[in-house]
């Protein structure tokens, strides 16, 4: 990777997705990239608008924040219609969540839906685990930080009775996208 690839992760209070770009921008700094996260919501935080922003680059980043966004995963509608608009067009890629999220058609970018929220509760019993089931699908699509990071940053920033099922989350991701993919 020699150039910058901006990422930002959204949905709504609760659903994870401070966690799930903690995880990534960690996964990017265990593999050694120069890493630069933030991260803002709602002053009620549960239930209002959610955004967490990583940049990667190979070398030191000068400014933080993203610009243009290459990577968008979208939880749920309310970020998704906004923010679906700062993707690069032609050369960006959004990953959603099928069952919070109606794609727009018109927008020239690669879009890809998994039912995380309903695998979540289907094979985990826990709904919770959407942020996670969309990461590991994130992780094996695009390639960004390789599974030994994510899973040393999972093991890293989950307390010791959630990580099990975190790993669990992540694996089922990324099986759905390798099985859509192939």
Do not use: W
């Amino acid at each position: 990777m020699s150039e910058i690839i901006q990422v930002c992760l959204s949905g709504f209070g609760g659903q994870g997705i401070i966690l799930a770009g903690l995880l990534l921008g960690q996964a990017g700094v265990i593999d050694g990239r120069y890493v630069s996260g933030s991260s803002s919501y709602g002053a009620q935080a549960r239930g209002f608008e959610c955004r967490s922003e990583i940049v990667f680059s190979d070398h030191p980043i000068d400014y933080p924040h993203l610009i243009e966004v290459d990577h968008l995963i979208a939880m749920s509608q309310k970020t998704y219609d906004p923010y679906s608009k700062e993707v690069k067009e032609d050369s960006g890629f959004i990953l959603y969540d099928h069952g919070t999220v109606t794609p727009k058609e018109n927008l020239k970018v690669k879009q890809v839906g998994f039912p995380a929220t309903e695998y979540s509760v289907k094979k985990l019993k826990n709904k919770q685990m959407a942020n996670i089931v969309l990461l590991g699908a994130f992780v094996e699509i695009t390639k960004l930080v390789s599974l030994k990071a994510i899973k040393k940053a999972i093991c890293t920033h989950v307390s010791e009775r959630f990580k099990e099922i975190n790993l669990k989350a992540l694996h089922l991701g990324m099986e759905l996208a390798r099985h859509r993919n192939g």
